[in-house]
């Protein structure tokens, strides 16, 4: 059984390489807690996102964007204090602002099916089978990443908006060679559109 590289060994990135990424996610709230902790990933790893994601949804009220819209100054600072998620000011604030982003475009049109029309609803698929020539990130991902600043979120770059486009399956970046890639590509819930090039 093939997997790709990055999975490395470890049980829980294993996991999580074998069950959820690159699964197209079509929920609103999903989407948001996994763009949320992409953002906070910033300058670090993914597997320490992911060894604290539990005490991430403890902490912000299990991702729920409607509640976590109404905090505050006294949420950050009792945020900043909780040593089981990552105490940065800056991304902290940025959940509680990109929460009230989130409930304008959920209201507005879903922020499932903002995400999703990029894609005419149907999930890119790469055809690599070297990981190496895989990039970080695509003029997709900038263009997302700028309407995503101009609708009010921080801390969602190109780079972390490609990340996140992988992690939701809005491209299926499982190499060729990986055993998820097919099973991947069958949960599109419309026709995916296959892109032959390394970019």
């Known amino acids: 059984m093939q997997r790709c590289g990055w999975a490395g060994v470890e049980p829980i990135y294993v996991a999580y390489h074998d069950t959820e990424w690159g699964v197209p996610e079509y929920d609103s709230r999903a989407l948001w ?18 060894k ?19 905090w505050g100054d006294a949420e ?17 604030a940025a959940t509680i602002s990109n929460a009230r982003a989130w409930c304008a475009i959920e209201e507005a049109q879903g922020f499932d099916q903002f995400l ?5 609803g149907a999930p890119l698929r790469t055809t690599l089978s070297d ?5 970080t990130q695509s003029d997709l991902s900038v263009q997302i990443s700028k309407d995503l600043k101009k609708a009010g979120f921080k ?35 419309a026709p995916e559109k296959v892109l032959h090039s390394d970019t």
């Open 52 to 70: 604290k994601r539990d005490n991430f949804r403890a902490a912000f009220a299990a991702f729920d964007p409607r509640e976590i819209a109404t």
């Open 33 to 50: 807690e996994k763009l949320i902790l992409d953002g906070f990933q910033a300058g670090l790893s993914w597997i320490t996102i992911l």
């Open 76 to 92: 950050v600072d009792r945020l900043l204090t909780d040593p089981g998620i990552i105490r940065h000011r800056g991304k902290i």
């Open 131 to 135: 990981r190496t020539a895989m990039p």
């Open 155 to 189: 801390f969602c770059g190109p780079t972390i908006v490609y990340a996140f486009m992988e992690a939701t399956g809005l491209i299926n970046n499982h190499l060729t060679t990986c055993f998820r890639h097919q099973p991947c590509a069958e949960l599109a819930q």
């Open 116 to 120: 999703w029309r990029y894609v005419d």
